[in-house]
């Protein structure tokens, strides 16, 4: 989905808050409640067996984007695992409305059950030309809006393979597993000439790609 | 023509975490110590002294530093740094004119077991909008500007893959062993956003 949370590019942010090589990553967690955001979500992804990694980032990308924009990190994880687990039927609206005392929003709901991964095709190679569908996904998707459309080159095929984000992210456990590609893009392919003139790498999965064949020069 | 007004929350952040906590564990579906124990590695364990340990043996080491480049997860596994978030380990190599960074513009994924978990600029939305749009910059205003025979390659985190960086020896370090190597390399300088230098 073409949510609040695809930030690449989004303009009107400010300087990044951080000075190089400051410590203040050395406490990990600045207020004695941020574990739980982890620690929670890993009691119902990884112990109860209530959802996947995938579904918790699909969960806060339905975040409202008001309630996004105005909560920290830690929060958005806390939503999000609470979110799921209502959703699974494992705990109520009810139950963490009486544990808060007070209204305890949630995320909105899906706008899609997801969908399938492409099959049938031949894995692309290192140094294939490639362009990113040009897609718009109501669900889960892993694929950031500024590659939407653009070409690149493929540098690094995944040697392991993943269930495809779009349809595991929506708890549909028939996802297929696929490999990634690091695709190599130019700034200026992305953002025109006015920018910097670097390189972009962005970790792509199979389904998220088409080859670009060569024009060719027909001759009779 | 009203629009609706969000609800307001009256309760803290803190206060809906434990609320959560609350109700699973008066559900019993939490088991004693869980949360102790992944609160330890994700507070301790999982350092970016990994990292650096890592980086320093790639610097002393040309089989260790083929192994990172040709298989970042086994060369990695040689220490233990393993785990969530540390399953497909990439390294990416710098030269003296390539400087790799590493963003997940999507939401904050990140090579836990190596570099720690993301400190929070990593994880707030100016990087992760900024970086792949004007790489360049970025690393200007951090602190680390770069002659424009170096071309800065971002790494969007949008999939599996995990990186951290194997930024170039700096000069000057030659006379130094592994552990005094060690203390050059920091989270940022595997984040990629800072320079290793010796003081």
Redesign the interface.
Not at chain 1, 28 to 40: G, Q, T
Not at chain 1, 195 to 205: A, E, K, Q, S, T
């Given at each position: 989905m073409d949510g609040f949370?695809?930030?690449?590019?989004?303009?009107g942010?400010?300087?990044?808050?951080?000075?190089?090589?400051s410590l203040?990553?050395k406490t990990?967690?600045?207020?004695?409640?941020?574990?739980?955001?982890?620690?929670?979500m890993?009691?119902?992804a990884d112990?109860?067996k209530q959802f996947s990694i995938d579904e918790a980032?699909h969960a806060?990308e339905r975040l409202?984007v008001?309630?996004h924009v105005g909560?920290?990190?830690?929060?958005r994880y806390?939503?999000a695992?609470?979110t799921l687990?209502v959703e699974a039927g494992?705990?109520t609206q009810d139950?963490?409305d009486q544990?808060?005392?007070?209204?305890?929003?949630l995320a909105n709901p899906p706008h899609s059950q997801g969908r399938p991964a492409i099959t049938g095709r031949a894995p692309f190679e290192v140094g294939d030309r490639v362009v990113v569908r040009d897609e718009y996904v109501a669900g889960h998707v892993?694929?950031?809006g500024?590659v939407r459309g653009k070409e690149g080159v493929i540098r690094?095929r995944?040697t392991?393979q993943?269930p495809f984000?779009d349809t595991i992210g929506h708890g549909d456990k028939r996802a297929i597993h696929q490999p990634?590609y690091?695709v190599?893009f130019r700034?200026k392919d992305?953002?025109g000439d006015a920018?910097?003139?670097?390189?972009?790498?962005?970790?792509?999965?199979e389904s998220y790609l088409d080859k670009v064949v060569a024009e060719q020069t027909v001759t009779a | 023509m009203n629009t609706p007004t969000p609800q307001q929350s009256t309760s803290t952040p803190g206060e809906r975490a434990r609320a959560l906590f609350q109700v699973l564990k008066s559900k019993d579906l939490i088991p004693d110590g869980y949360i102790e124990a992944i609160t330890q590695l994700m507070e301790h364990e999982w350092s970016p002294e990994n990292g650096a340990r890592v980086v320093a043996k790639a610097w002393v080491d040309p089989q260790f530093r083929e192994l990172l480049l040709k298989d970042g997860t086994a060369a990695c596994a040689q220490f233990g740094y393993t785990g969530p978030q540390g399953e497909y380990i990439v390294a990416l190599e710098d030269t003296p004119t390539l400087k790799n960074v590493i963003v997940c513009s999507l939401c904050s994924c990140t090579n836990w077991p190596v570099l720690g978990l993301p400190p929070e600029w990593y994880k707030g939305f100016e990087f992760r909008a900024r970086l792949v749009r004007e790489g360049r910059t970025v690393l200007r205003e951090l602190g680390t500007p770069l002659p424009s025979e170096v071309t800065v390659k971002v790494w969007d985190t949008s999939a599996e893959s995990r990186y951290l960086v194997l930024p170039v020896r700096p000069e000057g370090s030659e006379h130094m062993n592994e552990e005094e190597l060690q203390k050059l390399i920091t989270k940022d300088v595997l984040i990629g956003v800072a320079l290793p230098c010796v003081p």
């Open positions: 949370h695809d930030l690449g590019g989004f303009q942010f400010g300087k990044i808050p951080h000075t190089i090589n203040s990553y990990v967690f600045k207020e004695d409640w941020e574990h739980l955001a982890y620690s929670l890993f009691v119902a112990h109860l980032r806060v409202d008001r309630q909560t920290t990190y830690y929060e806390v939503i695992t609470a687990l494992v705990i139950e963490l544990a808060l005392g007070s209204p305890f929003k892993r694929m950031p500024y690094h995944t392991e993943w984000p990634s690091h190599e700034v992305l953002w920018n910097d003139n670097g390189l972009v790498v962005v970790d792509l999965f | -």
